[in-house]
């Protein structure tokens, strides 16, 4: 950075409690009042060059020691006495840091050329010129100060001419970048060799105060140079410099903290405000930060309407992390705020449905279905997450979105695991949503075994695990070895039914959906294996005789069949199993 050094003589100014007095020989005749400072100088080297306490010494009734009140000079008693130096022939340095002050507070005491020649407003006014818009760093830092003095700034022109310094710079080609910068990010090192970044800017513009980010920002819009994905990159800069995880911020006053969310609001707003309308701008992980930010602070539903539409537009393109919002109602006592997911998916609907046929991506809807579907896992962790809300998400997905049902049998068996608890009743209505057909033959497999699964849905899985084996390319009939575990399935689901004493009224729609599912194809098995040895399939009645051997046989034959009992396959046990379950809860 630049500077401009002014003076020869020694710092002769001291400090003696609340006064400050320059050592001469020669008492002092002038005071000089600044909030609670007091200055005892010289009116000989000060009034030459200082129009305004020429004209209060004029009119001031004081025959010897005059005494001043100048609490409203700008940069207060540090600019002050920067100036009284100057008159002193003090040597002084300035830069970009005390520029700003230095030159408002000379403006305010009439320390132009009408006055004297080679007066100090001059001699800023070509060092600011020179030197500081010259420089990138020295305009970025003067730009900067002037919020301590924004309407002498303002009036004074030196805001407007600092960013149309910085604009200037910014847009010209990465290789003509001749000055320094600051760029931090990981693995770049700047040498001699390496060209300059695109985004070489926007670490160095994020330093400034919101008003002039604002100003600069727009105007890089305005020339419609830069492409917006670099606009989008200094807005994401910006963010992450001031708009920390509130979560963290911890141990301040009430008051301090309420300004400090009404700030973080204020550049929350201004960002979005100025995103480019170009879509991938920005990514869809910034902007959902924004939208957990927003969760947070007290935008206006303006604000955060357009996140969550900006956010849809691109959801395909999230990651499940993206999607763990924090709840902020304290109503609810879970911990993601999953009604914005379905508020996001809402908006991506929305959209995609308006494209025309030929543009519609099935790509896309099918990565949103995996996204759901993978954030429904996270989610299921949650102890505290309703049932009603995770059917209501899993539900609002279309069914094109999921051509496999493999992630969402995960989703479904984490909650069920996590929520032992849970109601019958919320079970099936939790399971009514997955499509067995749609699940791999491994995930079918899993779900006969899965005791976690209401009956009905365990059925669902057994009975297109079975079926498989004859819908090939082929359509071969299936073999007797299916017909027989179908028979055996049927007959399973037709037991269970056909005992509704033993059964509450709760139990009969489960029965309906077992009788649905159970195989139309069985009944005609029954039937052609009754008839294969040639007589008609009827069972004996009590009034046909029977002789004793044929008691014998069929005692023999109905201990065999409770011995083959335990040779079952797996799966046939695990459903004999629940359905005796039911019958015992029936009984008691």
Not at 149 to 169: F, Q, T
Request: hydrophobic fraction near 35%; include cysteine.
């Amino acid at each position: 950075m630049k500077f401009m050094k002014l003076g020869t003589r020694p710092d002769t100014f001291y400090t003696e409690e609340a006064t400050r007095t320059v050592i001469s020989g020669v008492p002092t005749d002038l005071t000089v009042r600044i909030n609670n400072i007091s200055y005892h100088l010289h009116k000989l080297p000060l009034l030459p060059k200082c129009g305004l306490l020429q004209q209060l010494c004029s009119v001031s009734e004081e025959s010897g020691n005059v005494t001043l009140e100048l609490h409203d000079i700008p940069g207060g008693e540090n600019a002050f006495e920067l100036c009284a130096k100057f008159c002193y022939g003090i040597t002084i340095n300035l830069s970009a840091h005390n520029f700003v002050s230095a030159f408002c507070a000379a403006k305010f005491l009439r320390m132009t050329e009408a006055v004297e020649k080679g007066n100090f407003v001059a001699k800023l006014e070509a060092f600011f010129t020179s030197c500081i818009l010259e420089g990138w760093k020295d305009s970025i830092v003067t730009l900067r100060s002037t919020g301590k003095v924004p309407e002498w700034s303002e009036n004074l022109g030196i805001i407007r001419r600092c960013i149309d310094s910085i604009l200037e710079k910014i847009l010209k080609p990465p290789a003509k970048v001749t000055w320094s910068f600051t760029y931090t990010r990981l693995g770049y090192e700047r040498k001699g060799h390496h060209s300059v970044p695109r985004d070489w800017w926007t670490e160095d513009v994020s330093d400034l105060d919101l008003d002039p980010f604002r100003c600069i920002i727009a105007a890089v819009r305005s020339t419609n140079i830069l492409p917006p994905q670099l606009i989008g990159e200094a807005l994401h800069v910006y963010a992450c410099r001031w708009l920390p995880d509130l979560t963290k911020t911890s141990g301040s006053s009430e008051s301090s903290g309420a300004q400090s969310a009404q700030r973080k609001q204020q550049i929350l707003e201004t960002i979005v405000s100025l995103i480019p309308v170009d879509g991938g701008s920005v990514s869809v992980g910034f902007l959902l930060r924004l939208l957990s930010l927003a969760n947070l602070l007290a935008v206006s539903p303006v604000i955060k309407a357009e996140l969550i539409r900006r956010s849809g537009q691109q959801l395909e393109e999230a990651k499940p992390n993206d999607l763990l919002v924090p709840s902020c109602n304290c109503d609810d006592h879970y911990s993601y705020d999953i009604d914005l997911v379905g508020a996001l998916l809402e908006s991506f609907l929305r959209l995609w449905k308006r494209r025309s046929r030929e543009r519609q991506s099935i790509k896309s809807i099918i990565n949103v279905g995996k996204l759901v579907d993978s954030y429904l896992q996270a989610v299921a962790m949650d102890v505290n997450m309703p049932v009603q809300k995770v059917v209501s998400l899993a539900e609002a997905v279309p069914e094109i979105a999921r051509p496999q049902h493999d992630q969402l049998y995960k989703a479904i068996n984490l909650y069920l695991k996590e929520h032992p608890g849970l109601a019958k009743a919320d079970k099936k209505q939790l399971c009514r949503i997955l499509d067995c057909q749609k699940l791999p033959p491994e995930i079918r497999l899993h779900a006969v075994r899965n005791e976690n699964l209401p009956l009905r849905t365990i059925v669902q899985a057994l009975f297109f695990d079975q079926g498989r084996g004859y819908r090939g390319k082929d359509q071969k009939l299936p073999t007797g070895e299916q017909f027989r575990s179908w028979q055996q399935i049927s007959q399973l689901c037709t037991d269970d039914m056909s005992k509704p004493k033993l059964r509450s009224s709760k139990e009969s729609p489960e029965a309906e959906g077992l009788k649905h599912h159970a195989p139309v194809a069985s009944k005609r098995v029954n039937k052609n294996l009754s008839k294969s040895d040639g007589r008609p399939g009827m069972e004996p009645t009590s009034d046909t005789p029977r002789h004793d051997g044929a008691v014998r046989d069929s005692r023999k034959g109905k201990e065999v069949r409770d011995r083959n009992n335990g040779s079952k396959p797996e799966h046939l046990q695990i459903l004999a199993r629940r359905t005796g379950s039911h019958h015992s809860q029936g009984k008691s």
